[in-house]
C-alpha cells in the first residue's frame, strides 16, 4: 500500500515510523510512506504557509496554496484513484471499519492541518474525506495521520508476524478483545482462569468470546446495540452477567 503525508513536520512521521511492526513494513515493501512539505512549495523568502484568519480571532490559518500544490505533487505519485483525506476534528470518526475499506483504495493521501485548520476552500476542492480519531483537540494532524497509518499497516498482509493476530483484536468483529495472561500462571496470589491451561481448545474459544461479550458490554455497550447478536452470543453474554452479578 501507498500513503502520502502532506505535513510541516515530515521528520515528526518519519521518525515514528521507523520504529515497530510498521517500520518492518515499511522495510520489507509492505508500506510505502512518503512526505510532501507544503513549505517546499512557497513562493516567497519567509516560506510562508500560514496567514491571519479573516474574521479576526487567535491564531493561525493554513493558506490553499502550498497545501495545494503540495497535495497535488502527492497524488502525482500515487496510484490513480488515490483518496486525499484531511485529519481533522470535525471528520468521520476513523474506526476499524473505515480501515478496512480505505484498503480497498489504490493508494491515500492524508493532509495533516495546524494551528487554527486549513482554509476552507481547500478543503472543499482538493479534499474527498475528512477523518477525526476522537473526540478531542491535539497540536496537529501529524499524530492522527499516524494513527491511521499504524491502523491500516496492521491489516496488511505480511505486517504482522503472525496474519491471525489482526483478526483477534479489538474491533476486528465488533467487539472488545478478551484479557491475556502469560507466565507465571499465578502471581501475587491471582491465578490465570483455569480454562486457559486446561488444554480444551472448544472451552477457551468459548470462554474468549464469553469475555469479550462480557468487556464489550461493560466499556462499550454501544456496539452491542449495533450488533446482530447470535443465540451463543446472547447465552455466554447472560453467563457473563451472571459472574458479576449485575443485570
Not at 40 to 47: C, E, G, K, L, P
Not at 71 to 93: D, E
Request: hydrophobic share 45%; glycine share 12%; proline share 5%.
Amino acid at each position: 500500500m501507498r500513503i502520502a503525508v502532506v505535513t510541516l513536520f515530515p521528520e515528526m512521521i518519519r521518525e515514528a515510523l521507523a520504529h515497530g511492526v510498521v517500520g518492518r513494513a515499511i522495510q520489507g515493501g509492505v508500506l510505502k510512506v512518503e512526505c510532501f512539505d507544503p513549505r517546499a512549495y512557497t513562493s516567497d523568502v519567509h516560506r510562508s504557509v500560514d496567514d491571519r484568519p479573516f474574521g479576526g480571532g487567535p491564531g493561525m490559518v493554513l493558506k490553499v496554496e502550498p497545501l495545494r500544490a503540495a497535495l497535488r505533487a502527492a497524488m502525482n505519485v500515487m496510484p490513480g484513484g488515490s483518496r486525499r483525506v484531511y485529519m481533522g476534528a470535525a471528520g468521520r470518526q476513523f474506526d476499524q471499519g473505515v480501515a478496512r475499506a480505505a484498503l480497498e483504495w489504490p493508494g491515500l493521501v492524508l493532509l495533516a492541518g495546524r494551528y487554527e485548520g486549513v482554509d476552507q476552500r481547500l478543503l472543499d476542492a482538493e479534499i474527498d474525506s475528512e477523518w477525526s480519531i476522537g473526540d478531542y483537540v491535539v497540536s496537529g494532524g501529524e499524530l492522527p495521520a499516524l494513527v491511521v497509518i499504524d491502523a491500516l499497516a496492521r491489516l496488511l498482509p505480511g505486517t504482522l508476524g503472525c496474519a491471525e493476530s489482526a483478526g483477534q483484536e479489538s474491533f476486528s468483529d465488533g467487539l472488545l478483545d478478551w484479557p491475556h495472561y502469560t507466565r507465571p500462571a499465578e502471581l501475587g496470589g491471582v491465578a490465570v482462569p483455569t480454562v486457559l491451561t486446561g488444554g480444551d481448545h472448544a472451552a477457551i474459544s468459548r470462554w474468549r468470546l464469553r469475555e469479550a461479550l462480557g468487556r464489550t458490554w461493560l466499556r462499550r455497550p454501544d456496539l452491542l446495540e449495533r450488533r446482530d447478536m447470535s443465540e451463543l452470543e446472547r447465552v455466554l453474554l447472560e453467563e457473563f452477567k451472571a459472574t458479576t452479578g449485575k443485570a
